[in-house]
């Protein structure tokens, strides 16, 4: 056996194939969730990236049918995970996790002590790594480039709620009575998560989704609000993005930014950013909400970046209870507003769905 991991500083842990028999390069990562790793493989966000699960066991209740997932296929480099199970029991599978990443030609390894490895991450910070199965490969650092170009849409798609009886659903089941006709959010795609067009759709908007680099005052169309989605890589990379919003924010249209949209709207207002040591992956993180005093939420967090330059006119709307790193801003007279963290989850815990129905709040207003 010669398949091994190998980290750019010399560092080599041996282990076992268990996906598909390809050697990757990308940034090492780890993420600490317990569940949820078809979600995980399908965000976007993990661009470039090779994925240490420590959770030991990985694989337990195989691979749902793809409306589950968060993407329409695998976007993490390869896989690293302490013991790959292939006897999934659940209702819901389709096909084991090795089956799955041997389909998508994404290698993976077994290497028993995943806690090592996240030791290591946590001490040095995350670093380019390869994964040799077989050939060696050249070095691959996703941060070097504009890896959200690889997984925005190309063109324009939309969505919206078939039924007729949307309204009546909607307003049953909100505070939102005095909405009148439907509304409509551009959303523009880094690498978007479906549950957050999901989300959408399902308090009652029609969505148009847009590309990475789209200039959204372009749209021949009336629209009521704009959504800036998650997405992998370095948010000063994307300098058209942040132009573009940057226009939308002079305008005063109102705006939602999500993880790495906290980040472009930061730059875009004029803020800064920086790379965190080793990032926040996991669906555990605590957040401190500066709007509702006292109360801490758990967030599904996905980035290694952060803003650590609060721009003119902001506030911080959320903190990170481990770090103190920033969590989220919120403009202080206008309809602005991005969160670091996830709310539409998926997986994790669903604490803060409530952030989209504030930004509908806003835009009713």
Not at 184 to 213: E, F, H, Y
Request: proline fraction near 5%; glycine fraction near 8%; charge should be positive.
């Amino acid at each position: 056996m010669n398949d091994r991991l190998i980290f750019r500083d010399g560092s080599i842990f041996e282990g076992m194939s268990v996906g598909a028999a390809c050697s990757a390069a990308g940034e090492v990562v780890f993420t600490t969730g317990m569940v949820g790793y078809p979600e995980s493989l399908t965000d976007p966000s993990y661009k470039g990236q090779i994925l240490i699960f420590t959770y030991p066991l990985i694989g337990n209740y195989g691979v749902p049918r793809k409306e589950f997932w968060e993407s329409d296929r695998i976007h993490v480099s390869g896989v690293i995970v302490s013991s790959l199970i292939d006897n999934a029991t659940h209702p819901t599978s389709e096909r084991s996790l090795r089956d799955w990443l041997v389909d998508e030609n994404i290698p993976a390894l077994e290497i028993k002590d995943t806690r090592a490895l996240t030791q290591k991450l946590r001490e040095q910070g995350a670093m380019p790594g390869k994964m040799i199965i077989g050939e060696d490969i050249n070095w691959h650092d996703p941060n070097a480039h504009n890896v959200v170009a690889d997984v925005s849409v190309k063109e324009i798609k939309k969505f919206k709620i078939q039924s007729a009886s949307w309204r009546t659903k909607f307003q049953k089941n909100s505070k939102f009575q005095t909405l009148n006709s439907k509304f409509r959010i551009v959303l523009i795609d880094c690498g978007v998560k479906q549950n957050i067009i999901r989300s959408l759709v399902n308090r009652g908007a029609d969505v148009t989704i847009v590309p990475w680099d789209f200039d959204v005052l372009s749209l021949n169309e009336r629209f009521d609000g704009v959504v800036i989605s998650n997405g992998p890589g370095d948010p000063k990379m994307v300098t058209r993005t942040v132009a573009n919003v940057r226009k939308l924010l002079a305008r005063g249209i109102p705006t939602l930014g999500i993880c790495l949209g906290n980040q472009i709207l930061t730059l875009a207002a004029g803020g800064d950013t920086y790379k965190l040591k080793f990032g926040h992956r996991s669906q555990n993180q605590p957040v401190s909400c500066s709007t509702h005093a006292g109360r801490h939420f758990l967030t599904t967090q996905n980035h290694g970046f952060s803003v650590n330059k609060i721009p003119k006119g902001f506030t911080e709307w959320f903190t990170n209870t481990n770090d103190g790193t920033n969590e989220g801003l919120l403009h202080k007279t206008k309809p602005f507003m991005s969160v670091q963290f996830h709310p539409e989850a998926t997986p994790g815990p669903t604490d803060t769905n409530w952030i989209f129905d504030y930004f509908i709040e806003q835009i009713v207003k």
